[in-house]
């Protein structure tokens, strides 16, 4: 009985060792950054920002484009991902009569952090 136990240990054991958790695939940027994403620079935290799946993007804190243009307030924000490098952000007003452009190169992605720069500007998106 002790043998038996002994025994049935070391296989869960080896089992245990042998199984090794699947790495994730990022697979294509358009659907890998639909969530939330903590966003930083060298000049820290820049905020939490939310890409959804119908192209809305929730950017309260400004992180990734400006709120205001020529003293119109840009509340509705989207986004469109053209190609795995490069991720396009619009903001403008709600009559649409005022808008502004950003469009970021992805530098590299994983499946948790997206690196974009904005006209030499680093930025890192981490998933939360």
């Known amino acids: 009985m002790k043998l038996f136990i002994t025994s049935l240990l070391c296989i869960t054991l080896l089992l245990t060792i042998s199984c090794k ?9 358009d659907t890998n950054i ?3 994403w903590n966003v930083t620079s060298v000049a820290g935290d820049l905020g939490t920002v939310e890409f959804h799946a119908n192209g809305t993007l929730v950017d309260s ?9 020529m003293g119109q307030l840009l509340s509705e924000k989207t986004f469109m991902v053209p190609s795995n490098t490069t991720v396009h952000i619009h903001a403008s007003n709600t009559s649409g009569t005022t808008s502004i452009n950003n469009d970021y190169s992805v530098t590299s992605y994983t499946c948790n952090q997206i690196f974009v ?10 998933r939360n």
């Open 34 to 36: 639909i969530g939330s």
């Open 61 to 69: 804190n400004n992180a990734l484009i400006a709120a205001e243009s």
């Open 117 to 126: 720069s904005l006209q030499g500007f680093n930025v890192i998106l981490t």
């Open 21 to 29: 958790k699947d790495e994730c695939t990022p697979g294509n940027l």
